[in-house]
Each structure stands twice: as structure tokens, then as C-alpha cells.
């Protein structure tokens, strides 16, 4: 019987719990409900009320945009959340880490998989979000050419130009890799809370308070930083929220980017390194805690 | 314990190491005029409880877009108190979107103003030019503020320049936020036109706007609008230019 | 080359429960050995320590004080598993997968991959007679099919090792005979097991060594035959025997100090009579 070298760590078994994560989440309702739910959202648009072209593209993209976020932010804690605890309590666990899998192996393989559910998911609704934007762009083009066949070309060339800018901007991209960074960083939070919660009710009501908070973070943090008036109890609660809670409102980029603004590089590189920060600190603590989890 | 402990610490170190970067993004947010809400009172109270911490949570652009629409139906009720309310709302949640401070100015200074002219309920004549001209102020304010948030795009200045010209008269001040608009990438391509119009229609600036006119008309076939012969011409007898440097008439 | 399998030095645990008074103590002061190549049973009714015990030797839970180690390696060790397959009691799987993906799944786990995962799941499924049944999810398989598929995946990265707990309990009777019957081969084949169970009679069969548990302490360990013998008495067993020959050798006995206490017929045991007749030729 060959002697296996063990190595510390192998891209093989991490892959494969990502894979078995992966299948596992697909097989859940919710993730399904969601999408369908998300996607119908991004085609029903088609069918608003018209207004005029602006004001129906905005809506358009304000929707749909709105809809992947709330998506993929709301899998990232439902997928995340009972993970590990199923596995700990169907004690599949033990079968598992009865091989030899380094514990941070498992917890990286679990993480992975939900990274990748939350990127197909992103990738679907992308797909509808540009083929809906696409199909309306072209009819008001088409209609547009219709209205003015007898205007003179340079106002021809405007109109079609305020049409086109209103539509596609390419800037919505990086608004969607960072709304993606901010599903990953909730997914990577709620598995470290799922380390140490008692209950699967515990760990969502502990996220839903951290979404609203981290929203609030940046409003906090910055009378923190300058205001010297409050009180040390106000003081100690702004700094507690700080430093403990991520700042949400960071990965907002969309809000604005529909509006017309464009984004520029050096904050587009900047959020998405907080992002991945965020996610893999995430995950370290949530390994540590694990480590040392009695199962 | 000890683990508790590691935990707590690692949490409030990253915690303190991240604060400057998030500072420094916050800083480029305000300096790109997004605006992440604020917790804001008077907001929370406008928008209501769950308006508000809709908007607080990530979804601002979809509150604006449903405020928006309200703001329609309003109009559409002709509610004008109603309809400024909302649009302050709705550019407070969105001032980056250039839509939003147009269509609060044009509903303010073209229609509230209009309604006001013609309200039957306010017999004095004297009262009701007044409140016109107060609409006509709030319609300016919206475009002053939307250019504050949106300094780098022509389309107010475009709007601002055509309040001047249609509602205030004021020819000058048209001419100039029309060529504030013309200097910006992407603005129409009417607008370096136009200045010169309403710079043609001002008492005293006609040698200036001749020189202009003159220019466009050299640029090329697509600027010799029939608009723009007819004030060449009308300049060129006002300042009896020369006859020999004339534009020549345009064909039958 | 190792002798000692599996050793357990010291072993105490304790539980620390919320909102009680008093702490579990599951295994109090610990000590025993298992050599490379026998079967040793641990055993002891429910709650005496037997899972932990075997839990904290797989690393899956760490001692209070004390420590054990596999092949001479600490159990603490991630790479102390290398060679150890474990059969959980209730296996624990996840029963979206179908039998080989299951096994794919583990293997790939174990550091098996490519045609030599495959032509080892292909064996393993022969080996525990799932064959005809590796493309069927589990939820659908009994339970007798899913210990099965646990000694297939524990034995996967053909370990030195097996930890089987409890791996007849709440199976019929052909499906623990077969299982015996592979822990017996497996043992043929140089492997060392290590297993723990409270059903007495089937344990009886196949251990070498055992050792007892009760409320965390070991009371008894020992060769299985030394153990269960009685000191002072002997068993005949003779075929063919007429009843002159059998009342000679009482009287025989009469003459010294023995006594003949008692003579019946030779058993086979209840259950190998029901699995006899209750043999299906078409059962897989």
C-alpha cells in the first residue's frame, strides 16, 4: 500500500468541496426562487408605463441594477448562513475531516462555492439586464429614426446620440463587479458568524442588522472622527461601529453610475481591493474560529 | 477564551486599518457628487420610515424613480406645492442625475409659472405676476444647484441658458450659459449657435455677435442655417458692413 | 515499521454543558493500545465513552488531557489521517450524490484523482457489492446499503486503519453478516481495525482484543478468548459420538475431581439458521 505524501495544501480537495458546495446550493429552492423572482423583475421593465425614453431607461436600470443587488446580497446570507451548521448537524462533517482536510481547506471550499453561485447569478442577470436594455435601445432608435425622417441629419445624429448615451453605459460594469464584491464580503461575514452562532435564525438576524448598520457606518464614523462634542458614551458607541462594522455605502457605485457619472479607475481598483479585503479577513476569521469549534 | 480574544483583536485591528481607506473612498464620493444619504432628519421624515431606510440601504435611485413618478401623477393634478416638494426629495436623494433637476426646473418655471399666470382663484394681477416670477426663481435654483452637482455636463447650462432667454428676456445671460454649454464635450451642436443668436438680439454686443455669426458662417455649409443668414444679414445692415465682405443672398 | 496502531496515552475529556451545574466527563484517564494488524473492540453500553473516544483518536475532537496518536503520529496532526479510513455510525453523507459520485467525492478528498480514482472506485463498489447500484442517489439506498458505501469511502485511500463505530447497528442480519464478512477479509489483508459497538454477539466473532468502557473508564481490555473463557471449565465437542461413549466419559469425569456439568446438543446460532432459510438467491 503506497504511502500517500500528505501535502498541506491541495488545490484538489479544495475544488472538490467547492464543487460539492456548489451542487448542494443548487439543489436549495431559494436560490432559484430568487433569481426567477430577480429576473422577472429585469423583463417585466419592458412593459412600464412610457414615459419618455430618459426617464424609461433610468427606471430600467435603476430596477434592474436594484434587483441584482438585492439578489445577490440576500443569497450571499441565506446560501452562507446554514452551511456549515448543516453539515455539523447532518455530521457530514466528521466523514469529511476524517480525511485528511486541514480545516481551513473546508471552510475555503465552502466559501468558494457560494462565490461561485453568487457569480453565475450575477453573470444570468447581467445577460438579461444588457439583452432587455439592448432590445429597448434599438426600438426607441428605430422610432426615433421614424419621428424625424425629415429632420435635418445633424439633429438626426443628436437625437440618436441622447438616445445611445442614455441607454448603454459601460460603466455599469464595474458597478456590477462591485456590487458581486460586496455579495462576496456578506458571504464571507456570514459564514464567520455561522462559526460561532448558535442558531440559523441567530446568524440571519445578525446579518440583517450588520446590512443596515453598514450602511450607516460611513455617517458614524465620520462624526466619530470629528466631532468632539458627544458624549464618551456616544463616542465609544460611533467608534464600536467604526471599527467593527464594514462600510456598505462604498460599494454603491451603481446609484450614481445610472445617473450618468462615470467612474474613475483609480476608485473603481480601490473599492474592489476593499472588497476583496474585506472577503478574505472574513474568511481567516472565520477558519480561526472553526479551528477551534468542539464538533 | 484566548481564541474570543484573537478574534476581538484581529477584528478591531483590520477595523482601525481599514478606516483610512474607507475615508479616502468616502472623500472621492463626495468629490464625484455622489452622495452616499446622509441621516438626514428632515429626509427621514419626508420620505417616511421605510422610504428612508430603502434608500439608506443601497436602493437611493429606485426611491428617486418611485418619487419621481409620484411627482407625475402630481403634476398631472396639477398639485404644484406637491410637485416641488418631491423634486427637492428626489434631487436630494439623486443629484447626479441631470434629468431630475430639468424636468423639477421646466415643471417649475414652465408649467407652475403658467398656472400661476392664469389662476382664477387670485383676482389681483399684480399678485399673480409675482408668483409667477417666484416659479421662475425656484426653476433657476433647481438649474444653478443641478449645475453645482454637475459641473462637467452641458445639458443644464443648455436648460439655464433657454430659462433666460424665454422666461426672463435676458438675452446676455442666455448667450453666456449657452457658450458655457458649447465648451463641453458632448454638448449640441446648436449651442455655439445659439450664444451667437441671443448675443445678436443684445443692444451694444452686435459687433461681437456679427464676429461670430461670421466665423460659423465661414466654419462650413452646415452652419448657414436659414436662422442664422437671417441675423448675418440683419447685423451686416445694422452695422453696415462693407459690401464686399457681405455674405451673398442665398439662392431662390 | 510501527507496531502499535493506534495509541491512546492519558485520555480525559471533558464537556463543559451550558446552564449545567456539573461537566460531562465523557473519558476519565484512558489508556490503551491497539497493534498494527489485529481487530480490537471497543466496547460499552450508550454514553460510555466509546465515540469520543474514537472521535478524539481521528482528530475530530481534541482531549482535555492526554493525547493519542496513529502509527506513531499525533492525532492532532492533519496528515496523521493519511492512511485511515473512518466508517461513522448513521453514515453521514450527503444523499444529493449517487453512490460513485459519493465515492469520487472522497476520493478526490483522499488525493485520488484521474483513471487510478476510477479504477479504485470501480473495485470498491465490486468489493462492498454496490455495483448495480452506483448510479442511484442515496437517499434512496437502505441502511444496509449506506454502511456499504461508508466502508467503500473509508476505504478508499487504501489505509492501514479502519475506525468502524457502531457498523452493524440497525442493520438486518445479511447485511451485518456481509459486513462482518469484509471486516474479516480486511483483516486478512494486513489491515488494522479498530471498531466499536455495543452489540455483543456479533463483536464476539470477530475481535481480537477487546476493551470495556463504562462511564469513561476502561474496566476490562484484553484477548477476546481470555477474556470471555471461563477459568475452570472445558468444552468438548464431538461428532459421530454414540451414548455408551458419552456415558463412559462421565463416569470418567466421576472418577476425579471434574464434574460433568453439562451435555447437550452442539448449536448453531439463531442467526445463522434465519439467514439460511431466509437466503434470497436474486438478493444483490
Given at each position: 500500500m503506497a504511502e500517500a505524501k500528505h501535502r498541506s495544501f491541495s488545490f484538489q480537495r479544495v475544488f472538490a468541496l467547492t464543487v460539492n458546495t456548489l451542487i448542494e446550493l443548487t439543489r436549495q429552492k431559494v436560490f432559484y426562487v430568487l433569481l426567477i423572482f430577480a429576473l422577472l423583475l429585469i423583463g417585466s421593465s419592458?412593459?412600464?408605463?412610457?414615459?419618455?425614453f430618459q426617464q424609461e431607461f433610468q427606471i430600467l436600470k435603476d430596477v434592474s441594477l436594484g434587483a441584482m443587488s438585492i439578489f445577490t446580497s440576500l443569497l450571499a446570507i441565506v446560501a452562507t448562513a446554514r452551511l456549515i451548521p448543516q453539515d455539523i448537524e447532518d455530521r457530514t462533517i466528521y466523514t469529511i475531516l476524517a480525511k485528511p482536510v486541514p480545516r481551513f481547506e473546508y471552510v475555503l471550499g465552502k466559501l468558494a462555492g457560494v462565490l461561485l453561485l453568487l457569480a453565475i447569478g450575477t453573470l444570468v442577470m447581467s445577460a438579461m439586464f444588457l439583452v432587455v436594455l439592448y432590445t429597448r435601445e434599438q426600438t426607441v432608435l428605430h422610432e426615433t429614426l421614424r419621428q424625424m425622417s425629415a429632420a435635418p441629419r445633424e439633429q438626426v445624429d443628436d437625437a440618436l446620440r441622447a438616445v445611445r448615451s442614455s441607454a448603454l453605459n459601460l460603466d455599469i460594469l464595474p458597478g456590477v463587479a462591485v456590487i458581486y464584491l460586496k455579495a462576496c464580503l456578506l458571504a464571507a461575514l456570514t459564514l464567520f458568524v455561522s462559526t460561532f452562532a448558535t442558531t440559523n435564525i441567530f446568524t440571519m438576524v445578525v446579518m440583517v442588522f450588520i446590512y443596515f448598520i453598514g450602511h450607516l457606518q460611513a455617517t458614524a464614523r465620520e462624526y466619530w472622527l470629528q466631532?468632539?462634542?458627544?458624549?464618551w458614551i456616544t463616542h465609544a458607541l460611533l467608534a464600536f461601529v467604526a471599527l467593527l462594522f464594514?462600510?456598505?455605502?462604498?460599494?454603491?457605485?451603481v446609484d450614481d453610475i445610472v445617473a450618468g457619472a462615470a467612474i474613475p479607475f483609480a476608485l473603481f481598483a480601490k473599492t474592489a481591493a476593499l472588497g476583496i479585503f474585506y472577503t478574505t479577513i472574513y474568511t481567516l476569521l472565520a477558519a480561526l474560529v472553526f479551528y477551534g469549534k468542539e464538533l | 477564551m484566548i481564541r474570543f480574544l484573537l478574534v476581538l483583536v484581529i477584528v478591531l485591528v483590520v477595523g482601525a486599518a481599514k478606516l483610512p481607506i474607507e475615508r479616502e473612498l468616502s472623500a472621492i464620493h463626495r468629490q464625484e457628487h455622489f452622495?452616499?444619504?446622509?441621516?438626514?432628519l428632515d429626509l427621514r421624515e419626508q420620505l417616511g420610515q421605510l422610504g428612508f431606510i430603502a434608500a439608506l440601504s443601497g436602493f437611493r435611485s429606485i426611491v428617486a424613480d418611485v418619487l419621481f413618478i409620484q411627482a407625475h401623477v402630481a403634476w398631472e393634478r396639477t398639485e404644484w406645492s406637491r410637485v416641488l416638494l418631491l423634486f427637492r426629495q428626489v434631487t436630494t436623494l439623486q443629484?447626479?442625475?441631470i434629468l431630475f433637476w430639468d424636468m423639477g426646473a421646466w415643471h417649475m418655471a414652465w408649467n407652475a409659472s403658467v398656472a400661476a399666470m392664469n389662476d382664477?382663484?387670485?383676482?389681483?394681477f399684480a399678485l399673480r405676476i409675482k408668483a409667477q416670477r417666484e416659479y421662475f426663481a425656484i426653476g433657476k435654483d433647481f438649474l444653478e444647484r443641478g449645475i453645482k452637482n454637475?459641473?462637467?455636463?452641458?445639458q443644464l447650462y443648455e436648460s439655464l441658458a433657454r430659462l433666460y432667454k424665454e422666461k426672463y428676456q435676458d438675452h446676455a445671460r442666455a448667450s453666456e450659459f449657452f457658450a458655457k454649454a458649447a465648451?463641453?464635450?458632448?454638448?449640441?451642436?446648436y449651442d455655439k449657435r445659439f450664444s451667437a443668436y441671443e448675443l445678436s438680439y443684445c443692444d451694444g454686443r452686435e459687433r461681437g455677435a456679427y464676429q461670430r455669426l461670421r466665423q460659423l458662417y465661414d466654419a462650413g455649409e452646415n452652419e448657414r442655417l436659414p436662422t442664422l443668414i437671417t441675423r448675418l444679414k440683419f447685423l451686416e445692415n445694422k452695422l453696415n458692413i462693407a459690401q464686399d465682405q457681405r455674405i451673398p443672398d442665398p439662392g431662390p | 515499521m510501527i507496531d502499535t496502531a493506534v495509541a491512546v496515552s492519558g485520555l480525559t475529556k471533558i464537556f463543559a454543558v451550558p446552564f449545567h451545574r456539573r461537566p460531562i466527563v465523557?473519558?476519565?484517564d484512558l489508556d490503551l493500545r491497539v497493534q498494527a494488524g489485529e481487530v480490537y473492540g471497543l466496547l460499552g453500553p450508550n454514553g460510555s465513552g466509546k465515540s469520543t473516544t474514537l472521535k478524539i483518536v481521528l482528530g475530530l475532537v481534541s482531549p482535555t488531557r492526554g493525547h493519542t496518536e496513529i502509527f506513531g503520529r499525533d492525532?492532532?496532526?492533519?496528515?496523521?489521517?493519511?492512511a485511515v479510513g473512518f466508517l461513522p455510525e448513521n453514515p453521514y453523507f450527503y444523499?444529493?450524490?449517487t453512490g460513485e459520485e459519493t465515492l469520487r467525492f472522497f476520493g478526490k478528498l483522499s488525493g485520488l484523482s484521474g483513471p487510478r480514482l476510477k479504477k479504485r472506485i470501480d473495485e470498491l463498489l465490486e468489493l462492498v457489492g454496490l455495483t448495480n447500484a452506483r448510479?442511484?442517489?442515496?437517499?434512496?439506498?437502505s441502511k444496509g446499503m449506506l454502511q456499504r458505501v461508508g466502508l467503500a469511502q473509508a476505504l478508499i485511500n487504501e489505509p492501514k486503519l479502519i475506525t468502524l463505530d457502531?457498523?452493524?447497528?440497525?442493520?438486518d442480519p445479511a447485511g451485518s453478516r456481509e459486513i462482518r464478512n469484509l471486516i474479516v477479509d480486511l483483516k486478512r489483508r494486513g489491515i488494522t481495525i479498530l471498531l466499536s459497538s455495543h452489540l455483543l454477539a456479533q463483536v464476539q466473532e470477530i475481535c481480537d482484543r477487546v476493551g470495556i468502557l463504562a462511564n469513561g473508564v476502561l474496566v476490562r481490555e484484553g484477548q477476546l478468548e481470555e477474556l470471555i473463557a471461563i477459568e475452570n471449565q472445558t468444552a468438548l465437542v464431538l461428532e459421530n459420538a454414540s451414548d455408551a461413549l458419552v456415558t463412559e466419559i462421565e463416569a470418567l469425569a466421576g472418577n476425579s475431581?471434574?464434574?460433568?456439568?453439562e451435555r447437550r446438543r452442539s448449536t448453531t446460532t439463531l442467526e445463522r439458521l434465519f439467514l439460511e432459510v431466509t437466503k434470497d438467491p436474486n438478493k444483490q
Amino acid at each position: 500500500m503506497a504511502e500517500a505524501k500528505h501535502r498541506s495544501f491541495s488545490f484538489q480537495r479544495v475544488f472538490a468541496l467547492t464543487v460539492n458546495t456548489l451542487i448542494e446550493l443548487t439543489r436549495q429552492k431559494v436560490f432559484y426562487v430568487l433569481l426567477i423572482f430577480a429576473l422577472l423583475l429585469i423583463g417585466s421593465s419592458i412593459f412600464m408605463a412610457r414615459l419618455t425614453f430618459q426617464q424609461e431607461f433610468q427606471i430600467l436600470k435603476d430596477v434592474s441594477l436594484g434587483a441584482m443587488s438585492i439578489f445577490t446580497s440576500l443569497l450571499a446570507i441565506v446560501a452562507t448562513a446554514r452551511l456549515i451548521p448543516q453539515d455539523i448537524e447532518d455530521r457530514t462533517i466528521y466523514t469529511i475531516l476524517a480525511k485528511p482536510v486541514p480545516r481551513f481547506e473546508y471552510v475555503l471550499g465552502k466559501l468558494a462555492g457560494v462565490l461561485l453561485l453568487l457569480a453565475i447569478g450575477t453573470l444570468v442577470m447581467s445577460a438579461m439586464f444588457l439583452v432587455v436594455l439592448y432590445t429597448r435601445e434599438q426600438t426607441v432608435l428605430h422610432e426615433t429614426l421614424r419621428q424625424m425622417s425629415a429632420a435635418p441629419r445633424e439633429q438626426v445624429d443628436d437625437a440618436l446620440r441622447a438616445v445611445r448615451s442614455s441607454a448603454l453605459n459601460l460603466d455599469i460594469l464595474p458597478g456590477v463587479a462591485v456590487i458581486y464584491l460586496k455579495a462576496c464580503l456578506l458571504a464571507a461575514l456570514t459564514l464567520f458568524v455561522s462559526t460561532f452562532a448558535t442558531t440559523n435564525i441567530f446568524t440571519m438576524v445578525v446579518m440583517v442588522f450588520i446590512y443596515f448598520i453598514g450602511h450607516l457606518q460611513a455617517t458614524a464614523r465620520e462624526y466619530w472622527l470629528q466631532e468632539q462634542s458627544a458624549g464618551w458614551i456616544t463616542h465609544a458607541l460611533l467608534a464600536f461601529v467604526a471599527l467593527l462594522f464594514p462600510d456598505l455605502q462604498t460599494f454603491n457605485l451603481v446609484d450614481d453610475i445610472v445617473a450618468g457619472a462615470a467612474i474613475p479607475f483609480a476608485l473603481f481598483a480601490k473599492t474592489a481591493a476593499l472588497g476583496i479585503f474585506y472577503t478574505t479577513i472574513y474568511t481567516l476569521l472565520a477558519a480561526l474560529v472553526f479551528y477551534g469549534k468542539e464538533l | 477564551m484566548i481564541r474570543f480574544l484573537l478574534v476581538l483583536v484581529i477584528v478591531l485591528v483590520v477595523g482601525a486599518a481599514k478606516l483610512p481607506i474607507e475615508r479616502e473612498l468616502s472623500a472621492i464620493h463626495r468629490q464625484e457628487h455622489f452622495r452616499g444619504i446622509e441621516f438626514n432628519l428632515d429626509l427621514r421624515e419626508q420620505l417616511g420610515q421605510l422610504g428612508f431606510i430603502a434608500a439608506l440601504s443601497g436602493f437611493r435611485s429606485i426611491v428617486a424613480d418611485v418619487l419621481f413618478i409620484q411627482a407625475h401623477v402630481a403634476w398631472e393634478r396639477t398639485e404644484w406645492s406637491r410637485v416641488l416638494l418631491l423634486f427637492r426629495q428626489v434631487t436630494t436623494l439623486q443629484p447626479r442625475a441631470i434629468l431630475f433637476w430639468d424636468m423639477g426646473a421646466w415643471h417649475m418655471a414652465w408649467n407652475a409659472s403658467v398656472a400661476a399666470m392664469n389662476d382664477r382663484s387670485q383676482p389681483r394681477f399684480a399678485l399673480r405676476i409675482k408668483a409667477q416670477r417666484e416659479y421662475f426663481a425656484i426653476g433657476k435654483d433647481f438649474l444653478e444647484r443641478g449645475i453645482k452637482n454637475n459641473p462637467e455636463r452641458p445639458q443644464l447650462y443648455e436648460s439655464l441658458a433657454r430659462l433666460y432667454k424665454e422666461k426672463y428676456q435676458d438675452h446676455a445671460r442666455a448667450s453666456e450659459f449657452f457658450a458655457k454649454a458649447a465648451a463641453i464635450p458632448g454638448a449640441s451642436s446648436y449651442d455655439k449657435r445659439f450664444s451667437a443668436y441671443e448675443l445678436s438680439y443684445c443692444d451694444g454686443r452686435e459687433r461681437g455677435a456679427y464676429q461670430r455669426l461670421r466665423q460659423l458662417y465661414d466654419a462650413g455649409e452646415n452652419e448657414r442655417l436659414p436662422t442664422l443668414i437671417t441675423r448675418l444679414k440683419f447685423l451686416e445692415n445694422k452695422l453696415n458692413i462693407a459690401q464686399d465682405q457681405r455674405i451673398p443672398d442665398p439662392g431662390p | 515499521m510501527i507496531d502499535t496502531a493506534v495509541a491512546v496515552s492519558g485520555l480525559t475529556k471533558i464537556f463543559a454543558v451550558p446552564f449545567h451545574r456539573r461537566p460531562i466527563v465523557a473519558v476519565r484517564d484512558l489508556d490503551l493500545r491497539v497493534q498494527a494488524g489485529e481487530v480490537y473492540g471497543l466496547l460499552g453500553p450508550n454514553g460510555s465513552g466509546k465515540s469520543t473516544t474514537l472521535k478524539i483518536v481521528l482528530g475530530l475532537v481534541s482531549p482535555t488531557r492526554g493525547h493519542t496518536e496513529i502509527f506513531g503520529r499525533d492525532s492532532r496532526l492533519v496528515e496523521s489521517r493519511e492512511a485511515v479510513g473512518f466508517l461513522p455510525e448513521n453514515p453521514y453523507f450527503y444523499k444529493f450524490l449517487t453512490g460513485e459520485e459519493t465515492l469520487r467525492f472522497f476520493g478526490k478528498l483522499s488525493g485520488l484523482s484521474g483513471p487510478r480514482l476510477k479504477k479504485r472506485i470501480d473495485e470498491l463498489l465490486e468489493l462492498v457489492g454496490l455495483t448495480n447500484a452506483r448510479d442511484r442517489r442515496l437517499s434512496t439506498y437502505s441502511k444496509g446499503m449506506l454502511q456499504r458505501v461508508g466502508l467503500a469511502q473509508a476505504l478508499i485511500n487504501e489505509p492501514k486503519l479502519i475506525t468502524l463505530d457502531e457498523p452493524t447497528a440497525g442493520v438486518d442480519p445479511a447485511g451485518s453478516r456481509e459486513i462482518r464478512n469484509l471486516i474479516v477479509d480486511l483483516k486478512r489483508r494486513g489491515i488494522t481495525i479498530l471498531l466499536s459497538s455495543h452489540l455483543l454477539a456479533q463483536v464476539q466473532e470477530i475481535c481480537d482484543r477487546v476493551g470495556i468502557l463504562a462511564n469513561g473508564v476502561l474496566v476490562r481490555e484484553g484477548q477476546l478468548e481470555e477474556l470471555i473463557a471461563i477459568e475452570n471449565q472445558t468444552a468438548l465437542v464431538l461428532e459421530n459420538a454414540s451414548d455408551a461413549l458419552v456415558t463412559e466419559i462421565e463416569a470418567l469425569a466421576g472418577n476425579s475431581n471434574a464434574k460433568l456439568i453439562e451435555r447437550r446438543r452442539s448449536t448453531t446460532t439463531l442467526e445463522r439458521l434465519f439467514l439460511e432459510v431466509t437466503k434470497d438467491p436474486n438478493k444483490q
